[in-house]
């Protein structure tokens, strides 16, 4: 290519020493252009140049990553066989261990479930009731069955609550077969980018509900981002009264939203939580603290006590470490 360019300066040159160019011609052909120009009747000569610049696209404004303060500082010791945190706004990571390990995940599945369950667009006040083929083994059945309940309290319950067989439910309530309602799952994770995440079933009892710690913030983050999710999720108590008057009160399965990490500048926005032997413990969450927001997935900590412990620590090193100003 150099030769060439070098080739055309040379012909280029050549040719203005055969034939000099006087600087007052130019000028005067700039100006009979102009005068012809101001007495053209039809379109505008297109200004090339001008024109080329005004069509280019322009870059999207990116936020800038958080700065790190602490350059000796790497992380913390956690009990977690995978773990990751990322800045909510850039989508930096500022942690991560083994993120990209393909593991079962138990509960935190049922993020995906209400959002697809969402999807079919539900009056939430809509009285239903739970029924005997709505069971799912494992963990508390908050709700009684063939007793009527708001949509939105059986939401409640799936969420908070962490209960199988309410989120069974919900899936049914979709008006999807079992097996459109799945397949309905996949997708909207093949949409997200989850790449390496698979369902197989709606309530996370089934170890082939797999993901990865990178894979799970992307769903995190599209939860968080639903207002009537992150209206539920942030609730560390919830009370739901059925038709016959049986009222329970649904501790969430989420201790973070007891934690110092919920009081003062400190906001979890959204948590969900997950355990099955396979999976260990598994915790998904985003807190905000100044302004600012991370998203922190855990999984297989070694203990309930461990995975909240694990989150935490790896929160308070992440705003301790890195700087937004």
């Known amino acids: ?17 055969l034939f000099p160019v006087d600087g007052a011609a130019l000028a005067w052909q700039a100006a009979s252009v102009a005068t012809d120009a101001a007495s053209y009747a039809g379109p505008a000569p297109i200004n090339f140049a001008s024109s080329w610049f005004a069509t280019l696209p322009l870059a999207a404004d990116r936020l ?7 350059l000796d500082s790497y992380g913390i010791v956690t009990t977690a066989a995978s773990a990751i945190v990322i800045d909510d706004a850039s989508g930096a990571i500022l942690y991560s261990e083994e993120p990209d390990a393909v593991r079962a995940i138990g509960s935190i599945t049922k993020l995906m479930t209400v959002l697809v369950f969402l999807d079919s667009n539900p009056n939430l006040n809509q009285r239903v009731t739970i029924v005997g083929n709505d069971f799912v083994g494992g963990g508390r059945v908050y709700l009684r069955f063939d007793d009527a309940v708001t949509m939105r309290d059986v939401l409640r319950a799936s969420l908070v609550g962490s209960d199988n067989t309410a989120t069974s ?5 979709s008006n999807l077969s079992p097996e459109d309602f799945l397949l309905a799952m996949n997708k909207k994770a093949a949409d997200l980018g989850m790449a390496s995440t698979h369902y197989v079933d709606v309530s ?5 509900n797999v993901s990865t710690a990178r894979d799970l913030t992307k769903i995190l983050s599209t939860a968080a981002s639903n207002p009537i999710m992150a209206g539920i999720m942030k609730n560390s108590q919830v009370t739901v009264t059925q038709a016959s008057g049986y009222s329970v009160d649904i501790i969430a399965t989420d201790e973070l939203l007891t934690s110092y990490l919920n009081q003062g500048d400190y906001q979890v926005v959204a948590g969900k939580t997950g355990y099955i032997p396979e999976a260990g413990y598994c915790f998904a969450t985003l807190i905000k603290h100044d302004g600012h927001a991370l998203r922190v997935v855990v999984l297989g900590s070694t203990s309930k006590t461990s995975r909240f412990n694990d989150a935490k620590g790896l929160t308070a090193w992440a705003f301790k470490t890195y700087s937004w100003k």
Do not use: E
């Open 1 to 17: 290519m150099l030769p060439n360019l070098l080739s055309q300066l040379l012909l280029a040159t050549s040719l203005i020493n």
């Open 64 to 70: 800038a990553p958080p700065i790190k303060i602490d």
């Open 169 to 173: 439910a919900l899936s049914r309530f």
């Open 204 to 208: 996370g009892v089934d170890s082939g």
